[in-house]
Structures are given as structure tokens and as C-alpha cells.
């Protein structure tokens, strides 16, 4: 069953350009992206740093204006729902930030943080215990509830995030970078934490990382997006092992191997230069710029998702395994 | 809690939560106040200069706003070290036979209450204003701001003198004394709320664009609370060094004012009326008049700037 579904969405931002600020131009964050994510499944959105990641995040849980396509939630759209029905909506998605220290109010103890949401919403039952049962559910001590987040370590603030998340049982989480900030040892553990709510709450994950080794261990499906726009998506193993694009194939490349006798191997593709400005994207292929096997072509045409296998999408004119067959 | 107490089974309370008292012990900032005598000096001077101003009508010799207690025959006697001094007149007594010392304490009191009220008008207006603008930014915060550029551009005591003098001005003479203060506080007010407005409003755009700001937002928390609950317990640290060294500033306006004339009337003195009096007999020789109540001036505003300055050291996590 398809939880979310996202068609064509488009998050452009108008901006001020030149040195007075007297020319417009308008930041294509994300151009034309369609994602679905069903129930109880972690699809992992991959991609370097400004590629729009988490404006699409955003986009979904309304912090972000969306200038075209559709959100739609459980099968409800969600640009043209009413405002109440949208907050009841609302409801079912939270999120997890990448700071867990910018993420929760310093001045305020975490039980607080985690009854918040309760509080706005009018939990039915007493809300206390709630905190109580949901600071067990992520692994923290109850006795911890008065303290202040400067009190905890990064792990355990994390933990608290992920407690206000599930405090209204959420059907999706939008975890933004979950762990890129903690430390490695911590990370496991709190992946395993959310795998394991995965599997006890049946929670679906929008799971936003650069971090592909974090992703190979969390991700059923994966999404790799470049400057606003998805160019491969698929089932984790089949893109994790067999890359059709060119920038998926230099993403996975560039995964550190812990084994050293196979650290020089021939496969590396090294990228040149530096991700193109989303105010002014290259015509055709926005990958064209850096792509080791960029054509004249395709400069000319955009290239759309194609089938490459089963469940799996490329958008590359030359690496197209099924060229001339129908779109996806 | 008893009821702990009576119940051993219930093990999963939580530790009671320590009292406002032993957490402010247990403080940083009380922990820096033991660790600077300068600090402590200055609380317990202006301490000291606060309980004897409301305490006035309690501890002074005499009610100088009572004109029938006056009696002319006791004016212009010099401090009681002075040979010619007569009790109970410790600091002297001017023209009219008013006792300096109950002048001072009783003019201390207004200067005080005027100098804390037009503070705590600046600060809710400028608080408000500051979070709206730093909050929702866009045209709400250039109207505000462009507002407030607008005050700082003219002279801070020519706006007062403009207010003070419509007031007085447009007011019936029995009015005009009684609104004396509250026109005052108005006058100081206006052109000092915009300081607050803009050190509220950098912190609150600093502040809304923390994830914490966003995840109250995705809760759907109402945009007047996010700002209450959220956002202003965090831009308060910059806002009480500024608002104590306005304190001092404040009263400083005040007795200003009170000095050119415009501010309290001569029947219900504040240190600056005082003063303005006291002036005219300065080369008589009756130096008394107008020295202890620029003294007293003196040591309020100086025991306020020291405790600001102490607290703006305390509270910059960069000295700590």
C-alpha cells in the first residue's frame, strides 16, 4: 500500500540576483520529482550537499512552499485538502532533524519537549505517562525527564528527538540526516533504534543521508537525486550493486572500503568540479557537466526515468539498458 | 513528598524537582555574583538606597509633600556637623524649611518608580514588536524597524521633551500634575523601546531558524506561542544587560527632564527637581540643597551600571 506519493513536485524559490539585488531569478531546489514510499519501508534519499534533499523533505511536511505537483498522504492530497483536515493529516508525519542539539529548546527539560506535542494536540489519556512509556520506547531512563538537553549526550538527544517524533504515533518520519551528526558508535545505535520502531510501530521512513554506507545498512529503496531532480531509484541491492547512471556509479565508488588491499582498485570514477548553481541549470542532462560519458545529446534532451530492471529507474540517455522502450 | 513516602512501590516517580531557591544557588550566575565584591557592593548599595526610598514615609523626619508641615523659620539651616545644624534636620533644609533628607528619600522613591515603569513599558513594547518583526520578518518587520529607525534618528531627549511638552501643553493644570509620572514614563519609553526591538529581533531570527523552532512549527504549535515559549526564553540574556543599564539610563532621562523643568512638578520632587531647586542656591552658599540629592543621583545610577556591567560579564558565555 502506497503511503506517500509524491508527482512532479516542483520547490522553486524567487531570489534576488546581481550586485543590487536588481535581477530576479528563481533557485530550482526541486524540479520535477516523483517518489512513492510505501507502508512500513525506509526509501533512502540520497545525493551530495544542495541538491535539494531536504527542501523535499520539506515540501512534504509544509515548511517549504511547493510551486507545482502533488503530495498526496494515505491516498489524500495534500494541496487540496482544508486546513484542519491537512493538520489531522499532519499528524501522522514527524521528523527527525540532523542536530540533535539545535533540535530541542535548551531552555526547556525533555520530558517538556517530549509532551509538547501531546499538549497541542489534547492527548486523550494521561500525558505523564505517556512521556513516560515513549522515553522507555527510545531507550531512555524516565528518571532523565527533568533534565536539560545540554544534560544529555548527542546519542541520548537524538533519542529524545525520536521520542517527540513518535509522541502522536506517526505513520511516516522524515529522518533528515539522522545520525550524520553523532558519532560512529552512536550511530548504530540509533539505526538500529529506528529499525527496530520500524518493526514494532510500522513506521515508513523518508530517509535523507549523504552517508551511503549508513543507507546500504537502513534503506529498502534508494533515490539518488542530483540539483534538484531524482536520476536513479530502485531496491537497495540493485542499486547498490548494479549503478546504472553515472553519478550513482561515482557515489558508490566513493564509498570508503575498510579492507585496504582493495583501496586502489580501477573502478574509482572521480568527479570534476563542483555541483552546477540550481539558479541556472544546464539544458538537457543537469549531470552532463560532470558526467565522464556526457554526449552531445544530451545537451539537447532531458533525459526521463526509464525501466532498468525490476523496480528500477534511470535517467541516462548513454547508460539506458532499454533504450526506445516506453517511459516509466 | 509524602506521598513517595507512603507508597515504597512506586519506584518509577520522578526526583522531585529541586526548588527555585536551590537552583539558583546551585547557578552560574550566583556562583559569579559570590565571586565579584563589585557586584555585590552595587546590590547592596542600591538595595539599601531602594528600602529607605519606600520606606520614606516610615523613616523620614518629614512629609515633604505636606506644604502645612513646612515651617519657614527652619529654612536654609546647614547639615547637623555644621555648627549652625539643628536636629532633626540631619542633611539641612532649603528655602522653604524642607527637610533635605526626607526631599531626597521621598524623591529617590519617585525617580526609582519612574526610572523601573518607563524600563518595563520599553521592554513589553519592544519585547512584542522585536519578536513579531524577527519572527515573521518580511514588510511586518521592515514597518516596525523603519518605525524605530525613525525614533533613533532624532535626539533621544528631545522626543521626551516633545511628549512632555504636548502633554502639559494640552492638559488642564490639575491633570498635568497629577499624570506628571505616568507622562514621564510614556516620554522616556518611547524612544527606548527600540533598542530592545532590534537586540530581540536579531536573536529571534537566529532562534526561528533552529530546528527545534521548525519541529514546534511541525507540531503545529500556534505562532504566538512558539514565539512565547519558544523563542523569547532564548533572546533574554542580551535583553537583561540591556535592560539594567537602561535602568540607570532611564533615571538618569528622568532627572534630566525634571532638571529642564519639563518632567516632575516642585510639590511632588524627584532627584532632578531636586536638584533644578537646589541649582538656583548654589552660590549662595546653601550648597546642601543641591549636593545630597546629586549624591543620592549618583550612587543609584552608579550601583545600576555596576550591576549591569557585572551581569553582562556573568551572562557572555565568551568570558565565562
Request: proline share 8%; glycine share 8%; hydrophobic share 45%.
Amino acid at each position: 500500500m502506497t503511503l506517500l506519493q509524491i508527482e512532479d513536485l516542483k520547490v522553486h524559490f524567487p531570489v534576488r540576483t546581481g550586485r543590487f539585488g536588481g535581477g530576479k531569478g528563481t533557485v530550482r531546489a526541486v524540479d520535477g520529482v516523483s517518489l512513492s514510499i510505501d507502508a512500513r519501508e525506509t526509501l533512502a534519499l540520497v545525493g551530495e550537499s544542495g541538491c535539494g534533499k531536504s527542501t523535499l523533505g520539506n515540501a512534504v511536511l509544509g515548511l517549504a512552499p511547493v510551486t507545482a505537483g502533488t503530495i498526496q498522504f494515505d491516498g489524500q492530497d495534500l494541496g487540496t485538502l482544508s486546513t484542519a483536515a491537512r493538520k489531522r493529516l499532519w499528524r501522522d508525519m514527524q521528523v527527525v532533524f540532523q542536530d540533535p542539539v539545535s533540535a530541542l529548546n535548551p531552555r526547556r527539560s525533555i520530558a517538556s519537549s517530549i509532551a509538547e506535542p501531546l499538549i497541542i494536540h489534547g492527548w486523550s489519556g494521561s500525558i505523564p505517562d505517556r512521556v513516560t512509556e515513549l522515553m522507555e520506547l527510545v531507550g531512555l531512563n524516565a528518571d532523565q525527564r527533568t533534565r536539560r538537553p545540554q544534560a544529555l549526550s548527542g546519542g541520548q538527544r537524538q533519542r529524545v528527538v525520536i521520542a517527540r517524533a513518535l509522541a502522536l504515533n506517526p505513520r511516516l518520519i522524515i529522518c533528515d540526516e539522522p545520525v550524520s551528526a553523532l558519532d560512529v558508535s552512536i550511530q548504530s545505535q540509533i539505526l538500529n533504534l529506528l529499525m527496530r520502531l520500524q518493526a514494532e510501530l510500522d513506521l515508513s521512513y523518508l530517509f535523507i543521508s549523504h552517508d551511503l554506507s549508513v543507507v546500504r545498512h537502513i534503506a529498502d529503496r534508494v533515490a539518488v537525486m542530483y540539483l534538484g531532480t531524482v536520476v536513479e531509484d530502485g531496491p537497495a541491492s540493485a542499486v547498490f550493486s548494479d549503478p546504472v547512471h553515472p553519478y550513482t556509479q561515482a557515489l558508490m565508488s566513493a564509498i570508503p572500503l575498510p579492507d585496504p588491499s582493495r583501496r586502489d582498485r580501477g573502478d574509482r570514477v572521480l568527479l570534476q568540479g563542483d555541483l552546477p548553481s540550481p539558479l541556472d541549470p544546464p539544458s538537457g542532462c543537469p549531470f552532463r557537466t560532470r558526467c565522464p560519458l556526457a554526449e552531445p545529446r544530451c545537451a539537447e534532451t532531458r533525459p526521463a526515468l526509464t525501466p532498468q530492471g525490476p523496480g528500477h529507474r534511470a535517467a541516462c540517455l548513454v547508460q539506458d539498458r532499454n533504450p526506445g522502450g516506453p517511459p516509466a | 513528598m509524602e506521598k513517595t513516602a507512603s507508597m515504597p512501590t512506586d519506584t518509577t516517580l520522578p526526583p522531585p524537582r529541586p526548588s527555585r531557591l536551590s537552583r539558583l544557588r546551585e547557578s552560574d550566575l550566583w556562583y559569579s555574583f559570590r565571586a565579584h565584591p563589585s557586584a555585590i557592593f552595587a546590590v547592596a548599595l542600591l538595595a539599601l538606597v531602594a528600602v529607605t526610598a519606600f520606606l520614606a514615609p516610615l523613616i523620614a523626619p518629614q512629609n515633604p509633600y505636606d506644604l502645612a508641615a513646612l515651617v519657614l523659620w527652619n529654612s536654609e539651616i546647614p547639615p547637623i556637623w555644621d555648627a549652625a545644624g539643628q536636629w532633626p534636620f540631619v542633611l539641612g533644609t532649603d528655602t522653604q524649611g524642607r527637610d533635605v533628607l526626607s526631599a531626597v528619600l521621598y524623591g529617590s522613591r519617585i525617580s526609582l518608580i519612574i526610572g523601573f515603569s518607563s524600563v518595563m513599558l520599553a521592554l513589553v513594547v519592544g519585547l512584542t514588536l522585536g519578536l513579531i518583526a524577527g519572527y515573521f520578518g518580511g514588510w511586518i518587520d521592515n514597518v516596525i524597524m523603519r518605525i524605530g529607525d525613525v525614533l533613533l534618528s532624532m535626539p533621544f531627549i528631545l522626543i521626551a521633551i516633545l511628549i512632555t511638552a504636548i502633554a502639559s501643553a494640552s492638559l488642564p493644570t490639575g491633570l498635568k500634575d497629577v499624570l506628571a509620572a505616568p507622562i514621564l514614563i510614556f516620554a522616556i519609553a518611547v524612544p527606548s523601546w527600540v533598542q530592545y526591538a532590534r537586540t530581540v529581533r536579531a536573536s529571534a531570527m537566529v532562534e526561528a531558524k533552529k530546528e527545534y523552532v521548525q519541529a514546534a512549527r511541525l507540531i503545529r504549535v500556534k505562532s504566538w506561542r512558539i514565539m512565547l515559549h519558544h523563542i523569547l526564553p532564548n533572546c533574554l540574556t542580551p535583553i537583561m544587560v540591556a535592560a539594567t543599564l537602561n535602568f540607570g539610563l532611564a533615571i538618569l532621562s528622568e532627572a534630566t527632564l525634571s532638571f529642564l523643568g519639563v518632567g516632575m512638578p516642585p510639590d511632588q520632587p524627584s532627584l532632578g527637581t531636586l536638584i533644578r531647586i537646589g541649582n538656583q542656591y548654589l552660590f549662595s552658599g546653601l550648597w546642601w540643597i543641591v549636593v545630597f540629592p546629586s549624591v543620592q543621583l549618583c550612587l543609584i545610577v552608579l550601583s545600576v551600571n555596576m550591576i549591569g556591567d557585572w551581569l553582562r560579564d556573568a551572562l557572555n558565555p565568551k568570558l565565562r
